[in-house]
């Protein structure tokens, strides 16, 4: 079984970062009505395979393009960019920099669990994910779009996702 | 004979028959079953009317099982051959039980599952939940007249692995065929929606007997998306029951009792505890088998008071699903209650409160759950009208891993992914030479793979020998619909491949089961047998019917090769098909199933696909 054909065709969107959220929920929803596995039942066990992988396959390809991020990097891959994510190498020492002195604001919050700094640094952070998405949303726009630029955005992205998750989970663990 | 029913090999489905299928609530205290009848959901009573058995199973010496209030009778008298919550012990181990030494039973610290010594032989929770399943199928097919197709077991939502694979054993054991595992808030979701018509997103709390989920859904044109889920399976009415059991020894000071005191007291706190969601407060008397008399009276402030860290309890998993679902408390449009335990009043004031809202309690929380899988299972049954077009999307409640380095949890499948899923890592050898490689799935979300459940264990084999970190070892997990796991492990880089497919099971071996029904079938009269044999030739016609009709539209799909082999299966069924020999009839299925496995895939694969792009030109359109 092939189920190679890329996300955004099986859902009829056009490959671009921008989506319609409502339409690829309805897309997503419609193609689930069709495969899903509550749908076949009633089926022998080949079918209910089949029917179970498919349902995997769209589930799989409608998280990836829910996700700013996952879908970012979902076409850059389409579009043959490397992200260089395994080789943080290509990032500006700059960026790197900040990074650690986030990672340290964070650690320091969470040792002296300090909610509302945590909080604080949470918002910022979210600010700068928006701003950056929105640039994403030119660099990989149509196929002339720039590439590059656009892996460069990622790259930051995963870095302000990681410290999120770190924030959360610091969150967390006050609470408990 | 239901035991031996096989499941539908056709490839077609026969039309309009109305195919009976019920839903089935396995609860802690109380089990239901439920079916559709006339276009309605309704649960089915027993001979005296009563819809809830509660799960309670006795032992006898040399007779067979007593379930629900036969069994119930003997909870103070026989309290080590009655066993009462024993949806607590499901794919638990010995030491995964908490309270067990206050427990009546004589435990048996057995691989995997704990198992029970009665005077009836030793027992696991597989099969004793397969007693009380047994019965719900027999009031069923009684009641609806003839053989199920299939059955919908609600699980609790917050499940692992090794507790559901343990209730689709005990289902298989009591001669049902699964159609799904359906998480009980979902079930609840789907009753309550359908009904009232609801759309938005709305939160399921569920408190039973011994476990608590809270899962939040969208509800929108008829899909119930589940967004998160979360929960505590040991903790229910129960331990409510607990606390007061233990004001009650603190009040009276009669500590220590002996177990069948304890089951009167147990028995004396709950009715106490279901007094006070009516009465400000409620007598508790009685007398122990010492003589000892206990006569208190329990007030509502009281209880409230020593059950107070119970219900706060149940609150952070709701904050958690919140959290995991990207939500706050205000844009939930509503709070469904479900579960006996939610008629505690200062629970629905607490969870009232946490949410800024009344709950709603206008539903029988007791049924809810048994009318929502009753509904499911029979679109599952292939029962489907054309406003029974809803469709569920759950979610897997907990992460799935795999050990690494230093007993660290790498995490694989996240939680509240929605399921159907599947996700490969790679992973590659540390020693030159290395040829096998040991692999640990664990369930949970800590990062200590001691503080995580263990569901498998497993050595892929066979890997060639290379220098350290050049073979590609990749380790795929797959989850299903019912939210089952099987693990494959592959040596990728040598184009050798070494493969393993191991599904996590804590219940019993597939053979063990298939050795259980055997022998039911060998035991069975000549009638039985005799109809059995009539009952595999009807299969094995239709499967032919079948087989011969998709040929006729698909037989393209096939090369000669394939083709000669499927036909010289057929020709070996119908011979089958002519005989009466049990043995050879299965065969004979099994045979031409087999051969027909991949065309039946590939003809699935291309409707599938017909109708994906049936579905984009009709959106075109609009
Ligand atoms: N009026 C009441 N007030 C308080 N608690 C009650 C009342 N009625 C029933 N309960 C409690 O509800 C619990 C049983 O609920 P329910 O039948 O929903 O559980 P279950 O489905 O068997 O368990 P679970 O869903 O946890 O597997 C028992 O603890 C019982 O004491
Ligand atoms: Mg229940």
Same mark, same amino acid.
């Given at each position: 079984m092939d189920l190679q054909q890329d996300y955004f065709a099986l859902f009829g969107l056009?490959?671009?970062?921008?989506?319609d959220r409502e339409q690829l929920e309805q897309a997503y929803r419609d193609c689930q009505a069709q495969v899903h596995p509550d749908r076949h039942a009633h089926r022998n066990d080949a079918e209910k395979r089949v029917s179970m992988q498919w349902a995997t396959h769209v589930n799989e390809a409608y998280r990836t393009l829910r996700k700013p991020l996952l879908r970012a990097r979902y076409l850059l891959s389409l579009r043959g960019v490397d992200a260089g994510i395994e080789t943080n190498?290509?990032?500006a020492p700059a960026f790197l920099m900040e990074q650690m002195e986030w990672r340290e604001g964070v650690e320091e919050a969470r040792e002296g669990g300090d909610v509302s700094d945590l909080e604080h640094m949470r918002q910022r952070l979210d600010l700068h994910e928006r701003e950056l998405r929105q640039a994403l949303s030119g660099q990989l726009?149509?196929?002339?779009?720039?590439g590059e630029a656009a892996a460069d955005t990622v790259r930051r992205l995963m870095f302000i996702e990681k410290l999120q998750i770190e924030i959360d989970d610091a969150l967390e663990a006050l609470e408990d | 004979m239901a035991l031996l029913q096989?499941?539908?090999?056709? +490839?077609s489905t026969a039309p309009h028959e109305h195919r009976l299928a019920v839903g089935i609530d396995?609860?802690?205290?109380n089990s239901l079953v439920a079916s559709v009848r006339n276009g309605i959901a309704v649960c089915l009573n027993d001979?005296?009317?009563?819809?809830m058995l509660p799960s309670v199973v006795h032992y006898p010496r040399g007779g067979a099982a007593l379930v629900g209030r036969a069994a119930q009778a #003997?909870?103070?008298?026989d309290p080590r051959n009655t066993l009462v919550s024993v949806k607590r012990f499901m794919?638990?181990?010995? #030491?995964?039980?908490? #309270?067990?030494?206050? +427990?009546?039973y004589d435990f048996l610290d057995t691989e995997g599952m704990l198992r029970f010594r009665t005077v009836n032989g030793v027992k696991s929770p597989v099969e004793v939940s397969a007693e009380i399943l047994k019965a719900l199928r027999e009031r069923a097919e009684a009641s609806l007249g003839g053989p199920l197709v299939g059955a919908v077991i609600t699980v609790p939502a917050y499940f692992d692995d090794a507790q559901r694979q343990a209730t689709k054993d005990a289902a298989r054991l009591a001669g049902l065929n699964v159609l799904r595992l359906l998480n009980e808030p979902t079930a609840a979701a789907v009753a309550y929606g359908l009904e009232n018509a609801s759309e938005g997103v709305y939160a399921i709390y569920d408190l039973g007997g011994g476990t608590f989920d809270i899962s939040i859904l969208k509800l929108s044109r008829g899909v119930f998306e589940v967004m998160s889920t979360n929960g505590d399976?040991?903790? @229910?009415g129960d331990d409510f029951d607990h606390r007061v059991f233990c004001w009650i020894l603190d009040q009276s000071g009669?500590?220590?009792?002996s177990d069948s005191d304890a089951r009167r007291l147990e028995g004396l706190a709950r009715r106490a505890k279901e007094l006070l969601s009516i009465e400000e407060e409620a007598p508790i008397r009685g007398t122990l088998s010492t003589g000892d008399e206990i006569d208190l009276t329990l007030t509502r402030e009281t209880f409230v008071d020593i059950t107070r860290t119970l219900v706060n309890k149940t609150l952070a998993p709701v904050r958690k699903a919140l959290r995991d679902a990207d939500l706050?408390?205000?844009?939930?449009?509503g709070v469904v209650m479900v579960g006996g335990?939610?008629?505690?009043l200062h629970l629905q004031q607490a969870v009232g409160e946490f949410f800024g809202q009344s709950p709603l309690t206008n539903l029988d929380p007791d049924k809810v759950v048994a009318l929502g899988a009753a509904m499911q299972a029979n679109v599952l049954a292939g029962?489907?009208?054309?406003?029974?077009?809803w469709l569920l999307l759950d979610v897997i409640p907990l992460s799935l891993g795999l050990e690494t380095m230093g007993g660290l949890v790498e995490k694989i499948v996240p939680r509240?992914?929605?399921?159907p899923i599947a996700k490969a890592q790679e992973f590659t050898t540390f020693?030159?030479?290395?040829t096998a490689m040991a692999i640990h799935v664990v369930q949970g979300e800590r990062e200590l793979v001691s503080a995580c459940r263990s569901l498998a264990r497993f050595e892929l084999r066979g890997?060639?020998?290379?220098?350290? @970190?050049?073979a590609r070892i990749r380790v795929s997990f797959q989850v299903d619909a019912d939210g089952l796991l099987a693990v494959t492990a592959r040596e990728m880089s040598a184009g050798v491949e070494a493969q393993v497919v191991v599904?996590?099971?804590?219940?019993?071996?597939d053979d063990e089961i298939a050795e259980m029904l055997k022998s039911g079938f060998e035991h069975a009269s000549d009638d039985a047998k005799a109809r059995a044999v009539r009952e595999l030739q009807v299969e094995g016609e239709r499967m032919l019917e079948a087989v011969q009709q998709a040929l006729k539209a698909d037989?393209?799909?096939?090369?000669d090769e394939e083709r000669a082999r499927i036909d010289a299966a057929m020709a070996a069924l119908r011979t089958a098909v002519a005989g009466d020999d049990a043995k050879a009839l299965r065969q004979a299925l099994d045979g031409l199933g087999r051969e027909t496995d991949g065309f039946a895939a590939r003809r699935m694969d291309k409707s599938i696909r017909s109708a994906l792009a049936g579905h984009k030109i009709n959106e075109l359109k609009v």
């Open positions: 056009p490959q671009t970062f921008d989506i190498t290509a990032m726009g149509d196929t002339a779009a720039d | 096989l499941q539908e090999p056709g +490839m396995l609860g802690t205290t001979a005296e009317g009563r819809a #003997h909870q103070v008298d794919g638990r181990g010995i #030491h995964d039980v908490t #309270h067990i030494e206050s +427990m009546p399976a040991s903790l @229910g009669v500590a220590p009792v706050s408390v205000d844009e939930v449009k335990a939610t008629r505690m029962n489907r009208t054309a406003d029974e077009d509240n992914s929605t399921i020693k030159d030479g290395q890997i060639p020998p290379m220098t350290a @970190g050049a599904k996590p099971s804590y219940g019993l071996a037989g393209a799909l096939l090369d």
